[in-house]
Protein backbone atom coordinates (compact mmCIF):
# COMPACT_ATOMS: atom_id res chain seq x y z
CA UNK A 1 0.00 0.00 0.00
CA UNK A 2 2.96 2.36 0.68
CA UNK A 3 4.66 2.21 -2.21
CA UNK A 4 1.24 2.71 -4.23
CA UNK A 5 0.69 5.94 -2.53
CA UNK A 6 4.23 7.43 -2.31
CA UNK A 7 3.76 6.58 -6.65
CA UNK A 8 0.99 8.53 -6.70
CA UNK A 9 1.95 11.30 -4.60
CA UNK A 10 5.30 11.44 -6.78
CA UNK A 11 3.34 11.34 -10.08
CA UNK A 12 0.27 13.74 -9.34
CA UNK A 13 0.10 15.16 -5.70
CA UNK A 14 4.20 16.84 -6.01
CA UNK A 15 3.64 18.37 -9.48
CA UNK A 16 0.04 19.58 -8.57
CA UNK A 17 1.08 20.72 -5.42
CA UNK A 18 4.52 22.79 -6.54
CA UNK A 19 2.12 24.67 -9.31
CA UNK A 20 0.02 25.84 -6.89
CA UNK A 21 2.82 27.26 -5.37
CA UNK A 22 4.47 29.31 -8.57
CA UNK A 23 1.17 29.95 -9.08
CA UNK A 24 0.88 31.68 -5.49
CA UNK A 25 4.71 33.04 -5.51
CA UNK A 26 7.08 35.68 -7.24
CA UNK A 27 10.00 33.33 -8.65
CA UNK A 28 13.55 34.36 -9.85
CA UNK A 29 15.91 32.48 -12.32
CA UNK A 30 19.43 34.17 -11.30
CA UNK A 31 21.74 32.11 -10.26
CA UNK A 32 18.86 29.44 -9.83
CA UNK A 33 15.16 29.09 -10.31
CA UNK A 34 14.06 30.13 -6.93
CA UNK A 35 10.89 31.48 -5.12
CA UNK A 36 11.54 35.13 -4.10
CA UNK A 37 8.75 35.41 -2.21
CA UNK A 38 4.57 34.77 -1.94
CA UNK A 39 2.52 37.39 -4.06
CA UNK A 40 -1.24 35.65 -2.79
CA UNK A 41 -3.52 36.13 -5.63
CA UNK A 42 -1.72 38.42 -7.83
CA UNK A 43 -0.51 36.02 -10.89
CA UNK A 44 -4.34 35.10 -10.95
CA UNK A 45 -5.59 38.55 -10.66
CA UNK A 46 -3.06 39.74 -13.24
CA UNK A 47 -3.85 37.22 -15.80
CA UNK A 48 -7.55 37.84 -15.41
CA UNK A 49 -7.00 41.78 -16.55
CA UNK A 50 -4.51 40.68 -19.42
CA UNK A 51 -6.25 41.09 -22.67
CA UNK A 52 -3.91 38.46 -23.97
CA UNK A 53 -5.55 36.10 -20.97
CA UNK A 54 -8.46 36.58 -22.34
CA UNK A 55 -8.00 36.17 -26.25
CA UNK A 56 -6.58 32.96 -25.39
CA UNK A 57 -9.59 31.83 -23.47
CA UNK A 58 -11.78 32.63 -26.68
CA UNK A 59 -9.80 31.20 -29.16
CA UNK A 60 -9.05 28.09 -27.00
CA UNK A 61 -12.97 27.94 -26.57
CA UNK A 62 -13.76 28.67 -30.18
CA UNK A 63 -10.80 25.51 -31.21
CA UNK A 64 -12.74 23.23 -29.23
CA UNK A 65 -16.51 24.21 -29.87
CA UNK A 66 -15.15 23.87 -33.62
CA UNK A 67 -13.03 20.86 -33.17
CA UNK A 68 -16.09 18.87 -31.43
CA UNK A 69 -18.75 20.03 -33.78
CA UNK A 70 -16.76 19.49 -37.15
CA UNK A 71 -15.24 15.99 -35.87
CA UNK A 72 -18.43 14.67 -34.89
CA UNK A 73 -20.75 15.16 -37.89
CA UNK A 74 -18.24 13.97 -40.09
CA UNK A 75 -17.37 11.09 -37.77
CA UNK A 76 -21.02 10.14 -37.71
CA UNK A 77 -21.44 10.71 -41.65
CA UNK A 78 -18.30 8.16 -42.06
CA UNK A 79 -19.53 6.15 -39.45
CA UNK A 80 -23.34 5.66 -41.04
CA UNK A 81 -21.14 4.75 -44.55
CA UNK A 82 -19.34 2.34 -42.82
CA UNK A 83 -21.99 0.48 -40.97
CA UNK A 84 -23.65 -0.56 -43.99
CA UNK A 85 -22.52 -3.48 -45.94
CA UNK A 86 -20.32 -2.56 -49.53
CA UNK A 87 -17.78 -4.47 -50.86
CA UNK A 88 -14.33 -3.28 -49.18
CA UNK A 89 -15.95 -2.22 -46.51
CA UNK A 90 -12.61 -3.72 -44.37
CA UNK A 91 -10.63 -1.70 -46.49
CA UNK A 92 -11.84 1.34 -45.78
CA UNK A 93 -12.33 0.89 -42.27
CA UNK A 94 -9.02 0.55 -41.57
CA UNK A 95 -8.06 3.30 -44.46
CA UNK A 96 -10.15 5.66 -42.38
CA UNK A 97 -8.38 4.51 -38.76
CA UNK A 98 -4.95 5.40 -40.75
CA UNK A 99 -4.59 9.15 -39.81
CA UNK A 100 -4.43 8.07 -36.03
CA UNK A 101 -1.94 5.69 -36.14
CA UNK A 102 0.29 8.97 -37.40
CA UNK A 103 1.59 10.59 -34.39
CA UNK A 104 1.51 14.20 -33.98
CA UNK A 105 4.82 16.27 -34.44
CA UNK A 106 4.41 13.77 -37.95
CA UNK A 107 1.46 14.83 -39.10
CA UNK A 108 1.94 18.47 -38.26
CA UNK A 109 4.93 18.12 -40.85
CA UNK A 110 2.25 16.59 -43.15
CA UNK A 111 0.40 19.69 -43.23
CA UNK A 112 2.49 22.26 -43.27
CA UNK A 113 4.23 20.71 -46.47
CA UNK A 114 -0.04 20.22 -47.50
CA UNK A 115 -0.55 24.31 -46.25
CA UNK A 116 2.43 25.60 -48.09
CA UNK A 117 1.36 28.35 -50.26
CA UNK A 118 3.62 27.78 -53.13
CA UNK A 119 4.27 24.15 -53.27
CA UNK A 120 1.36 23.00 -50.72
CA UNK A 121 -1.00 20.02 -52.00
CA UNK A 122 -4.26 22.25 -50.92
CA UNK A 123 -3.36 25.26 -53.25
CA UNK A 124 -2.19 22.83 -56.21
CA UNK A 125 -5.48 21.31 -56.25
CA UNK A 126 -7.19 24.52 -55.85
CA UNK A 127 -4.93 25.95 -59.09
CA UNK A 128 -5.89 22.32 -60.80
CA UNK A 129 -9.53 23.51 -60.71
CA UNK A 130 -8.59 27.13 -62.27
CA UNK A 131 -8.59 28.90 -59.13
CA UNK A 132 -5.50 31.04 -57.94
CA UNK A 133 -4.42 29.05 -55.40
CA UNK A 134 -2.64 31.67 -53.60
CA UNK A 135 -3.87 31.43 -50.08
CA UNK A 136 -1.60 31.82 -46.98
CA UNK A 137 -2.73 29.35 -44.91
CA UNK A 138 -0.88 29.52 -42.07
CA UNK A 139 -0.11 33.47 -42.47
CA UNK A 140 -3.20 34.94 -41.76
CA UNK A 141 -5.12 36.18 -39.07
CA UNK A 142 -8.67 34.55 -39.94
CA UNK A 143 -7.24 31.42 -41.79
CA UNK A 144 -4.33 30.34 -39.70
CA UNK A 145 -6.55 29.12 -36.79
CA UNK A 146 -9.09 26.73 -39.18
CA UNK A 147 -5.99 25.30 -40.87
CA UNK A 148 -4.85 24.24 -37.28
CA UNK A 149 -8.14 23.00 -36.76
CA UNK A 150 -8.42 21.38 -40.19
CA UNK A 151 -5.35 19.34 -38.62
CA UNK A 152 -6.69 18.60 -35.71
CA UNK A 153 -9.67 17.77 -37.16
CA UNK A 154 -7.89 15.10 -39.60
CA UNK A 155 -6.49 13.17 -36.57
CA UNK A 156 -9.53 12.75 -34.65
CA UNK A 157 -11.79 11.41 -36.99
CA UNK A 158 -10.84 8.03 -36.39
CA UNK A 159 -11.23 8.25 -32.77
CA UNK A 160 -14.93 9.49 -33.16
CA UNK A 161 -15.77 7.11 -36.36
CA UNK A 162 -14.96 3.95 -34.05
CA UNK A 163 -17.11 4.84 -31.34
CA UNK A 164 -20.27 6.78 -33.21
CA UNK A 165 -19.67 3.30 -35.35
CA UNK A 166 -19.88 0.89 -32.07
CA UNK A 167 -22.90 2.91 -30.74
CA UNK A 168 -24.60 2.60 -34.44
CA UNK A 169 -24.34 -1.06 -34.10
CA UNK A 170 -26.38 -1.07 -30.91
CA UNK A 171 -29.61 0.68 -32.05
CA UNK A 172 -31.78 -1.87 -31.76
CA UNK A 173 -32.78 -3.18 -35.22
CA UNK A 174 -36.35 -3.75 -34.60
CA UNK A 175 -36.70 -0.15 -33.55
CA UNK A 176 -35.70 0.95 -37.26
CA UNK A 177 -37.84 -1.67 -38.64
CA UNK A 178 -41.01 -0.58 -36.51
CA UNK A 179 -40.43 3.14 -37.84
CA UNK A 180 -40.09 1.74 -41.35
CA UNK A 181 -43.02 -0.24 -41.16
CA UNK A 182 -44.81 3.19 -39.46
CA UNK A 183 -43.54 5.03 -42.71
CA UNK A 184 -40.66 6.39 -41.23
CA UNK A 185 -38.04 7.80 -44.25
CA UNK A 186 -34.29 7.44 -43.78
CA UNK A 187 -34.10 11.17 -42.04
CA UNK A 188 -36.73 10.86 -39.77
CA UNK A 189 -35.66 7.77 -38.37
CA UNK A 190 -32.18 9.48 -38.23
CA UNK A 191 -33.48 12.34 -36.89
CA UNK A 192 -36.31 11.05 -34.28
CA UNK A 193 -34.68 7.18 -33.46
CA UNK A 194 -31.27 6.96 -34.19
CA UNK A 195 -29.66 10.30 -32.83
CA UNK A 196 -31.80 10.54 -29.93
CA UNK A 197 -30.59 6.40 -28.80
CA UNK A 198 -27.27 7.81 -29.73
CA UNK A 199 -26.50 10.83 -27.65
CA UNK A 200 -25.54 8.16 -24.86
CA UNK A 201 -22.23 7.84 -26.97
CA UNK A 202 -21.89 11.13 -28.93
CA UNK A 203 -21.63 13.27 -25.73
CA UNK A 204 -19.08 10.67 -24.09
CA UNK A 205 -17.38 11.54 -27.48
CA UNK A 206 -17.22 15.18 -27.42
CA UNK A 207 -16.10 15.47 -23.90
CA UNK A 208 -12.89 13.70 -24.66
CA UNK A 209 -12.66 15.70 -28.21
CA UNK A 210 -13.30 18.92 -25.66
CA UNK A 211 -10.88 18.25 -22.98
CA UNK A 212 -7.96 16.91 -25.94
CA UNK A 213 -8.98 20.57 -27.66
CA UNK A 214 -7.74 22.48 -24.31
CA UNK A 215 -4.34 20.90 -24.46
CA UNK A 216 -3.65 20.80 -28.06
CA UNK A 217 0.17 21.50 -28.03
CA UNK A 218 1.95 20.00 -30.79
CA UNK A 219 0.22 20.79 -33.69
CA UNK A 220 0.03 24.69 -33.12
CA UNK A 221 3.69 24.12 -32.24
CA UNK A 222 4.88 23.00 -35.71
CA UNK A 223 2.16 24.42 -38.14
CA UNK A 224 2.23 27.85 -36.12
CA UNK A 225 3.96 28.83 -33.18
CA UNK A 226 0.97 30.14 -32.03
CA UNK A 227 0.98 33.13 -34.84
CA UNK A 228 0.59 34.98 -36.65
CA UNK A 229 0.88 37.58 -33.73
CA UNK A 230 -1.68 35.49 -31.36
CA UNK A 231 -3.91 34.25 -33.62
CA UNK A 232 -3.37 30.73 -33.04
CA UNK A 233 -2.30 31.04 -29.27
CA UNK A 234 -4.72 28.63 -26.75
CA UNK A 235 -4.35 28.61 -23.40
CA UNK A 236 -2.24 25.54 -23.15
CA UNK A 237 0.29 27.44 -25.76
CA UNK A 238 -0.11 30.48 -23.74
CA UNK A 239 1.36 28.84 -20.65
CA UNK A 240 4.20 27.61 -23.16
CA UNK A 241 4.88 30.81 -23.74
CA UNK A 242 4.78 32.68 -20.36
CA UNK A 243 7.02 29.70 -19.02
CA UNK A 244 9.70 29.01 -21.47
CA UNK A 245 9.86 32.18 -23.98
CA UNK A 246 9.21 34.67 -21.28
CA UNK A 247 10.39 32.60 -17.95
CA UNK A 248 7.34 33.79 -16.14
CA UNK A 249 6.98 30.62 -14.35
CA UNK A 250 4.39 32.12 -11.81
CA UNK A 251 2.24 33.60 -14.54
CA UNK A 252 2.43 30.53 -16.45
CA UNK A 253 1.04 27.99 -13.26
CA UNK A 254 -1.52 30.51 -13.21
CA UNK A 255 -2.74 30.22 -16.32
CA UNK A 256 -2.74 26.61 -16.30
CA UNK A 257 -5.10 26.57 -13.29
CA UNK A 258 -7.32 28.57 -14.45
CA UNK A 259 -6.90 26.46 -18.12
CA UNK A 260 -8.05 23.02 -15.49
CA UNK A 261 -10.53 25.03 -14.04
CA UNK A 262 -12.37 26.09 -17.56
CA UNK A 263 -12.02 22.70 -18.37
CA UNK A 264 -13.47 21.12 -15.21
CA UNK A 265 -16.40 23.75 -16.15
CA UNK A 266 -16.47 22.25 -19.36
CA UNK A 267 -16.83 18.56 -18.40
CA UNK A 268 -19.43 19.73 -15.77
CA UNK A 269 -21.25 21.18 -18.03
CA UNK A 270 -21.10 18.08 -20.72
CA UNK A 271 -21.71 15.42 -17.82
CA UNK A 272 -24.53 16.91 -16.80
CA UNK A 273 -25.89 16.82 -20.20
CA UNK A 274 -24.79 12.92 -20.75
CA UNK A 275 -27.07 12.47 -17.32
CA UNK A 276 -30.07 14.05 -19.46
CA UNK A 277 -29.54 12.14 -22.42
CA UNK A 278 -29.20 9.02 -20.77
CA UNK A 279 -32.64 9.66 -18.88
CA UNK A 280 -34.23 10.59 -22.06
CA UNK A 281 -32.73 7.11 -23.72
CA UNK A 282 -34.03 4.85 -20.50
CA UNK A 283 -37.41 6.92 -21.15
Known sequence: MAPAVLIVAGVYAYPAITTVAYSLSAIDLSPRFRIVRF???????DQLGSGAFWEATWTTL????MLCLVTVVASFAIALLLNKTFLGR???????LLPWAVPPVASGVLWVQMFHAEFGFLNGLIRA???EGDIIWLGGQGIALHSVLIAEVWRWIPFATIFLLAGLQIVPRTVKEAAAIDGAGSWRTLRHITLPLMLPVVIPVVIFLFVWA???FDTIFVLTRGGPSRAT????FLVYRQGFEQFDFGSAAATAYLLSALTVLAI???GWMLVRARRLAGA
Open 39 to 45: VGLDNFI
Open 62 to 65: YFGL
Open 90 to 96: GLVRVTV
Open 129 to 131: FGG
Open 214 to 216: MKV
Open 233 to 236: TTLN
Open 268 to 270: AGL
